[in-house]
């Protein structure tokens, strides 16, 4: 299956109007279309629903054949399309003089992309090796393969879908570059070629059922995520045998650590396979029979964390009170452990050092700016390890400190600054490894354990809250059976009194059973269930492949709870009102300081300037009330009027940022709310917007936590959003209680 290079600026403008309003992953990334965005905008949403009930996850492939938006009505073939592109049509119509505007500038980037795509994928060096390892048939098929600057991520890549075929394809040349990009353009050329037409004898799915038959729900889930692990296992060697630099996608975006088992299971045998030193089916009979020793769940579940820490916690307390059979089997596991840390939190770095892309770095070192400015030159996780690599890694993970803690702060990089320092110390040799291991499972983020993007943290804190209070009973019940074993026999042994005080030598204790042939207890990509460091308390035989008391049962998904940063100093108030004094008149306020009150302190403490902020313009603590003297930079006669940036963009803020408080029972189906302005989930900072009609639409999105007091202030809000110019607020004053 080859590929074709299309453009088309119809999709470039619906892919960056879905990112802008459900595809951004947080409020770091820039963003084009002023939020709230307007009623008409917001029928993309529903567009994008009632498409995807006819041609599924990806987009009807006449959406790039557009020329305009206007265009769309009249390419529908098919009557189940029509409502939707209806919406469509509306909403990109409303949308694109503002982001017709944003994408210009990012057509060098696209032009570069596509030298690069045309330099690395020649048909001839990956058409033959990717149709074998997939077991497909070379076809003389050719899709469209669109490169767009935008794109909703994750995946930043999609398919066009036209009458229940592939026809084409997008990949986003912003976040993917270079030999990334083209691992990411093969992994989708290679879903595709697995998708499409009959299916020969020996492809990949037939294989894997062959081998790993049954219908329950691990079982199924196991194959489908083997084929993704292959399907991207395979990019990636392609095109590293292109560049041997290129640091494959399946490592560096995640899948690797998400599956970490399974992904352990596929790299001892497939790399070899498509290195040539063994043929297809031995590699393919070779993972079958690894993945048969043990249940389907042992491999799709997510690991558990709080397991692995439970087994550290409890073999260095083994260790200490003189047990040498925990001690050996401590210092055997360490460096492993070790490894498995430092590499999981290396790519966590990277990826939380492209959180800063929005922050002003004007006011640091040029060498801290340049350091940000590169990070976030395509996807931060696979450029962080150039950085790294190009830099060093003592002087790279110093300036992600700095990067954290200097304008990463706005974005909560203050709690991610004591990571990276620990991990600089650590390469530097100035941390033990039982120190480095004990800090990895202790510090924590904004939402908690640091392993919470990939790995299941839902019982960590239980765990450090029992290694604190030296509750050991709680550390069994979360540890592998292995070291519960080895905490028995240590039991047994000193039952008639604690040897380090009585001088007594403990007895041997119990031999623990091996793992099956094959299988390494180093660490948790080679260990076998029950073992120290598994990453899972169950007992051994759970995950017996005949007799898994969970085997029909449906496959559980990963809840990751997520502990939001409230301010612990809050300021409570019975009853708060406030007047907006502005250059066309007053506007009195009523505020809801009992349904949200960290965000009504928070606006009382820019106000008053009892709050410390951040001026946007000279990056210093700043004086007085923060909204004094700034304007209404966004009105929108009969939708909204909106205040509270001193920069007087729509891109400033105080520094920080808070925590939604959205309210179920408060809407915007009345006029006049007063509600926070964000950039996204938990993104509040000091901007603030009115309301002018019902916006129902906006339901579920902001935090309401006001309303104009009366119809005088209201006549002033509906003037100030009538006005051709910025209107000045002059001061804002509040009456507390």
């Keep these: 299956m080859k590929f074709r290079q299309k453009h088309s600026g119809t999709l470039d403008l619906a892919l960056a109007l879905q990112r802008e309003l459900i595809g951004r992953t947080g409020s770091w990334e820039p963003n084009f279309l002023p939020r709230p965005v307007s009623s008409e905008t917001d029928l993309f949403r529903d567009g994008l629903r009632s498409w995807a009930r006819a041609v599924g996850s990806g987009l009807p492939a006449f959406l790039a054949a557009a020329r305009r938006p206007e265009d769309l009505a009249t390419l529908v073939d098919d009557d ?82 036209d009458a229940g075929k592939i026809t084409g394809l997008y990949v986003d040349c912003r976040r993917f570059r270079g030999s990334t990009l083209a691992d990411a353009v093969l992994t989708m050329l290679g879903w595709a070629q697995l998708k499409s037409g009959a299916i020969p004898e020996n492809h990949l799915s037939t294989e894997l059922v062959r081998r790993l038959p049954g219908s329950a729900p691990y079982q199924r889930r196991l194959r489908v995520v083997l084929t993704k692990i292959l399907v991207e296992m395979t990019a990636g060697h392609l095109v590293r045998s292109l560049d041997a630099t290129h640091r494959p996608c399946v490592d560096v975006l995640g899948t690797k650590w998400r599956y970490a088992r399974l992904y352990a299971v596929a790299e001892r045998h497939w790399p070899r396979h498509l290195d040539g030193d063994i043929d297809r089916d031995e590699a393919l009979n070779m993972m079958a029979a690894d993945l048969s020793a043990h249940s389907p769940r042992w491999f799709v579940d997510s690991v558990d964390p709080s397991s692995i820490a439970a087994d550290f916690y409890l073999l260095e307390w083994l260790t200490a009170a003189g047990d040498r059979t925990a001690g050996a089997r401590l210092f055997r596991w360490l460096p492993h452990l070790c490894a498995e840390l430092a590499g999981h939190l290396d790519n966590v770095i990277g990826n939380e050092l492209g959180h800063y892309e929005r922050a002003r770095t004007q006011h640091y070192p040029q060498e801290l700016a340049d350091f940000i400015t590169e990070i976030n030159q395509g996807d931060s996780r696979v450029t962080w390890q150039r950085l790294r690599r190009d830099r060093g890694h003592g002087p790279a993970l110093r300036l ?17 600054a004591p990571v990276a320092a620990m991990m600089r110390r650590y390469v530097q040799h100035e941390l033990p490894d039982r120190v480095f291991v004990d800090q990895c499972f ?55 009194g604690h040897p380090a005080w009585l001088g007594s030598t403990p007895t041997a204790p119990a031999r623990i059973p091996a793992g099956p042939p094959g299988w390494s207890a180093a660490g948790l990509h080679t260990s076998a269930p029950g073992t120290v460091g598994c990453g899972d308390p169950s007992d051994r035989n759970a995950f017996d492949p005949l007799s898994d008391p969970m085997r029909d049962s449906p496959v559980r998904v990963r809840q990751t709870p997520a502990r939001r940063p409230f301010s612990s100093s809050l300021r409570t108030y019975r009853s708060l009102a406030a007047v907006l004094h502005t250059e066309l008149g007053d506007v009195h306020l009523a505020l809801h300081p009992g349904e949200t009150p960290y965000t009504a302190d928070n606006f009382v403490g820019l106000a008053t300037g009892s709050r410390t902020w951040t001026d946007p313009l000279t990056g210093t603590n700043g004086q007085g009330g923060f909204y004094d003297g700034t304007v209404f930079h966004r009105r929108v006669p009969g939708f909204v009027a909106q205040g509270g940036d001193r920069l007087g963009t729509g891109h400033g803020s105080a520094g920080y940022r808070i925590p939604d408080e959205i309210r179920p029972d408060r809407g915007f189906e009345q006029p006049f709310r007063l509600a926070m302005a964000n950039l996204g989930r938990d993104s509040t900072g000091s901007q603030f917007f009115i309301t002018l009609a019902p916006a129902p639409h906006l339901n579920g999105q902001y935090t309401i936590f006001g309303e104009v007091a009366d119809d005088r202030s209201k006549g002033v809000v509906e003037a100030i959003a009538s006005s051709s110019t910025a209107v000045r607020l002059e001061r804002v004053t509040i009456t507390a209680t």
């Design 80 to 161: 189940r399309l029509r409502p939707g592109t209806t919406l469509v049509t509306t909403a990109l119509t409303a949308a694109a003089p503002t982001l017709a505007e944003a994408l210009p500038a990012f057509e060098d980037i696209r032009k570069q992309a596509a030298a690069e795509i045309n330099d690395l994928l020649v048909p001839e060096r990956y058409l033959t090796p990717l149709c074998a390892a997939l077991g497909t048939a070379e076809t003389e098929r050719t899709l469209d393969l669109h490169l767009v600057p935008l794109a909703p991520a994750p995946p930043a890549t999609g398919f066009l879908i």
């Design 400 to 416: 992600a400190t700095d990067a954290f803690a200097g304008p990463g702060v706005e974005f909560g990089g203050e709690a991610w």
């Design 442 to 496: 202790t510090l924590e983020h904004n939402n908690g354990s640091l392993f919470d993007k990939y790995h299941d943290t839902t019982t960590m804190r239980a765990v450090l809250d029992a290694q604190a209070a030296t509750d050991v009973d709680t550390l069994l019940a979360h540890a592998s059976a292995e070291v519960r074993e080895l905490c028995h026999a240590h039991r047994l042994a000193s039952a008639e």
